[in-house]
């Protein structure tokens, strides 16, 4: 998941329209001289927010000198100076260009880019309540800031002068896109509204803001509440030592005096349903984590997601749209509601048949060895394994035993050497914001170039959000010299005790070269202007590179190297690999439905309009209609969705995963259908025409030039065992999926 919220990088004004609202409230009355003079009177109190980054590697945020009473006395002033630094563009007395109106948009906003980035860590990864208090206070504050700037009637009309002159034309390519994405990102966040609509408008970003802050503090407070005590012994029947181990290493951390402790976190619950053979207790782990934010009580988000739905319906009306999806899908690659509900769709019927399958398998299975009860959710992922062990001899647990987070870590770095040509090197004079979080340097390995910072923080803890991520810190770019970027990865996993491996699922590991693929997207950059920089492009769009990067983790090349055994230090057996490829496609039924599903509701309860929804009853019974298997729940229930409510940016846009997964396979043809996965021509050109070019060409356009034609569906559903007898060999791009051109 690329993390959408407002630390990730990028010039305020355009980053804070592409997502409605995340910027800060300044009071529009205050002159140049009163900003001004905020801004050194807190400048004077030495805030360590507010100083430029220093340091080696082009600088890094200091970390080390954060306090909680930095944020909002850090914010304001940032805030105050870029306002400052907008008012000088709009109120420049010369004829509007490219260079003092466009260029100059992008100059701005450095100070609060910076303070954003640090405080958004906080939020992410280091919540107390402090934290939340000032998140509380300023979020609606941001919205209003925000708009002040979207609606400023003489920024806008320099931007639309510089749109509209026949002078563009003399401009580079990345300059036109530049002027087209400002120019676009000011009309959808309302800079062509009349007062009163826009006064309007302001309110439902303020709103908004305030709804997003709580729904999220919602989550993370029953993620943190709530945790699985395993009290005796028994308890932890069907556990492999890995996960006693775990459960253990929690128990001691949260401390509980318990046999173990399961903490409600994806990374510690999903191994839990696999193996434990307690099933009155999978099913309370079960409950435990699909019920967060929907327990009821203070921390219940079922109000907060009405009144999210009907505000967005509002400002969707307000700025001319249909529904809140229409405005969204707009500017993405599918461009409409209907496209992408159509691929959906399309996936949809083989996913649920391949789900009955499964579950009869495992009915039989279940049913063999004495049970008297019908498959529940809780039991699915615990049966299938037993099905995968008798079907295929493979345990999971045994593959488990060869994927040590460190070398699969090790393994991402050799991959990204072999096809991209980059090298990583671990520094330890860079400030970290926790222990746990280590630095590395990034080089091109045959110039030595440096090309940016890569953070990771790998494991769960109190006041960090579940789920793993990529934020951008800085991004690449050259309008101020060679500006490196700088990017981090986060995951969720139970730390080792004293230092013993941490071994990961298949599925963790997957995962990690998932996110890691946005953090080389970030790294590849190059391009002049930080707003098109890195992974800076349409939803649809930005998933691509990092679902791409999956395809490597089972290349004989990583496991041979890299999949060693924790205990023996030897290579996974080929006979074991065998086995893996042989089972790829099995539970691909249940993976794809628990996401089609969420997505499919994430896309329905957008398209409802201003209609007033009960968030359980809406769920329960689209998902009735649309024939959702009872053994399976949404991979992100309504009250937890926080991709969609904990901020504008997955809303209406789940579905891009599997929009950008048609990319990412009939991409990885492309090196198949070559000598194979490190052909390095085809990897010479996905990084040229891909991973380097941001958003300075038309996404649609760069696929082309990667692959020579338009991407089609027939790779996925090849990959998944889904049958193609029936199935056209679509083309997401098959529906008007150019964006308007600059």
């Known amino acids: 998941m690329f993390n959408p919220t407002p630390f990730s990088g990028g010039r305020l004004?355009?980053?804070?329209?592409?997502?409605?609202?995340?910027?800060?409230?300044?009071?529009?009355?205050?002159?140049?001289?009163?900003?001004?003079?905020?801004?050194?009177?807190?400048?004077?109190?030495?805030?360590?927010?507010?100083?430029?980054?220093?340091?080696?590697?082009?600088?890094?945020?200091?970390?080390?000198?954060?306090?909680?009473?930095?944020?909002?006395?850090?914010?304001?002033?940032?805030?105050?100076?870029?306002?400052?630094?907008?008012?000088?563009?709009?109120?420049?007395?010369?004829?509007?260009?490219?260079?003092?109106?466009?260029?100059?948009?992008?100059?701005?906003?450095?100070?609060?880019?910076?303070?954003?980035?640090?405080?958004?860590?906080?939020?992410?990864?280091?919540?107390?309540?402090?934290?939340?208090?000032?998140?509380?206070?300023?979020?609606?504050?941001?919205?209003?800031?925000s708009d002040q700037i979207s609606q400023n009637a003489a920024l806008f009309k320099r931007i639309e002068t510089v749109y509209n002159s026949p002078d563009k034309k003399k401009l580079t390519p990345e300059q036109q896109r530049l002027t087209y994405v400002y120019y676009n990102n000011f009309v959808r966040s309302g800079a062509k509204l009349d007062a009163t609509a826009k006064k309007r408008l302001s309110e439902i970003n303020q709103q908004l803001a305030g709804l997003f802050t709580k729904f999220s503090q919602n989550v993370l407070a029953d993620e943190n509440d709530s945790v699985l005590v395993l009290k005796t012994p028994a308890d932890l029947g069907g556990l492999p030592p890995s996960l006693r181990d775990d459960a253990a290493n929690t128990a001691t951390a949260r401390k509980i005096t318990a046999a173990g402790v399961v903490a409600n976190t994806r990374s510690s619950i999903e191994p839990f349903l696999t193996y434990s053979d307690q099933r009155k207790l999978r099913e309370k782990a079960w409950r435990m984590f699909y019920n967060r934010g929907d327990n009821g009580g203070e921390h219940d988000n079922n109000v907060l997601i009405t009144q999210i739905l009907q505000l967005r319906a509002e400002r969707a009306k307000l700025l001319g749209y249909k529904t809140h999806a229409h405005l969204r899908l707009d500017n993405t690659m599918a461009k409409t509601p209907e496209a992408a509900m159509a691929l959906m769709e399309e996936v949809w019927v083989p996913a649920v048949a391949r789900v009955k399958e499964e579950v009869a398998d495992m009915q039989a299975l279940a049913t063999k060895e004495g049970a008297t009860f019908k498959i529940a959710p809780w039991d699915y992922r615990y049966y299938a394994e037993k099905v995968r062990k008798a079907r295929y001899d493979l345990d999971q647990n045994e593959v488990?035993?060869?994927?040590?987070?460190?070398?699969?870590?090790?393994?991402?770095?050799?991959?990204?050497?072999?096809?991209?040509?980059?090298?990583?090197?671990?520094?330890?004079?860079?400030?970290?914001?926790?222990?746990?979080?280590?630095?590395?340097?990034?080089?091109?390995?045959?110039?030595?170039?440096?090309?940016?910072?890569?953070?990771?923080?790998?494991?769960?803890?109190?006041?960090?959000?579940?789920?793993?991520?990529?934020?951008?810190?800085?991004?690449?770019?050259?309008?101020?010299?060679?500006?490196?970027?700088?990017?981090?990865?986060?995951?969720?996993?139970?730390?080792?005790?004293d230092g013993t491996p941490v071994l990961i699922s298949w599925t963790d590991a997957t995962t990690l070269f998932h996110e890691f693929g946005h953090a080389l997207h970030g790294l590849s950059?190059?391009?002049?202007?930080?707003?098109?920089?890195?992974?800076?492009?349409?939803?649809?769009?930005?998933?691509?590179?990092?679902?791409?990067?999956?395809?490597?983790?089972?290349?004989?090349?990583?496991?041979?190297?890299?999949?060693?055994?924790?205990?023996?230090?030897?290579?996974?057996?080929?006979?074991?690999?065998?086995?893996?490829?042989?089972?790829?496609?099995?539970?691909?039924?249940?993976?794809?439905?628990?996401?089609?599903?969420?997505?499919?509701?994430?896309?329905?309860?957008?398209?409802?309009?201003?209609?007033?929804?009960?968030?359980?009853?809406?769920?329960?019974e689209t998902l009735a209609q649309l024939g959702m298997p009872s053994e399976i729940v949404m991979r992100h229930r309504t009250p937890q969705f926080s991709h969609v409510f904990s901020s504008d940016g997955y809303s209406a846009g789940y579905y891009s995963y599997l929009w950008s997964v048609v990319l990412a396979s009939d991409a990885f043809s492309a090196f198949t259908e070559a000598s194979g996965p490190y052909d390095k021509t085809v990897a010479k050109r996905l990084k040229d025409k891909v991973l380097?070019?941001?958003?300075?060409?038309?996404?649609?356009?760069?696929?082309?030039?990667?692959?020579?034609?338009?991407?089609?569906?027939?790779?996925?559903?090849?990959?998944?065992?889904?049958?193609m007898k029936g199935v056209k060999a679509s083309k997401p791009t098959d529906k008007k999926t150019t964006s308007k051109k600059s």
């Open 400 to 497: 488990k035993e060869y994927l040590q987070l460190d070398k699969m870590r090790e393994g991402m770095f050799w991959v990204a050497g072999e096809i991209y040509g980059f090298a990583f090197t671990p520094v330890t004079d860079v400030p970290v914001y926790h222990p746990d979080v280590k630095v590395w340097e990034v080089k091109d390995k045959t110039t030595g170039k440096h090309l940016g910072l890569w953070y990771f923080d790998p494991y769960a803890r109190p006041g960090k959000r579940s789920g793993a991520w990529m934020n951008a810190y800085r991004k690449q770019e050259r309008m101020n010299g060679e500006i490196a970027t700088i990017v981090s990865n986060n995951s969720n996993f139970v730390k080792g005790k």
């Open 692 to 723: 380097s070019v941001g958003n300075t060409v038309d996404p649609a356009d760069a696929y082309r030039s990667f692959r020579g034609r338009d991407p089609k569906i027939d790779a996925l559903m090849r990959e998944r065992g889904f049958p």
């Open 525 to 620: 950059s190059n391009v002049t202007y930080p707003t098109l920089s890195g992974t800076s492009v349409v939803r649809d769009y930005v998933e691509f590179p990092s679902q791409v990067m999956e395809n490597w983790l089972p290349t004989p090349q990583v496991l041979q190297r890299f999949a060693v055994h924790y205990q023996t230090g030897k290579p996974i057996p080929q006979a074991l690999v065998d086995r893996i490829e042989k089972a790829s496609t099995f539970n691909q039924g249940f993976e794809t439905t628990e996401f089609l599903a969420s997505a499919l509701i994430d896309m329905k309860l957008h398209l409802a309009g201003d209609q007033k929804i009960d968030p359980d009853k809406f769920e329960r």
């Open 13 to 145: 004004f355009t980053h804070a329209l592409l997502a409605f609202s995340l910027a800060a409230y300044v009071n529009p009355t205050s002159t140049s001289a009163q900003t001004a003079s905020t801004v050194a009177a807190v400048r004077t109190d030495a805030n360590p927010l507010l100083a430029s980054w220093a340091g080696p590697y082009g600088g890094f945020p200091a970390f080390d000198k954060v306090q909680t009473a930095n944020f909002k006395p850090a914010l304001e002033a940032a805030m105050a100076e870029n306002l400052k630094e907008i008012q000088a563009i709009a109120s420049n007395s010369q004829a509007p260009t490219f260079e003092n109106t466009i260029a100059a948009l992008e100059h701005a906003g450095n100070t609060l880019d910076q303070v954003r980035t640090v405080y958004g860590i906080w939020s992410g990864t280091m919540s107390n309540p402090e934290v939340q208090g000032v998140e509380r206070e300023m979020a609606p504050r941001m919205a209003a800031f």
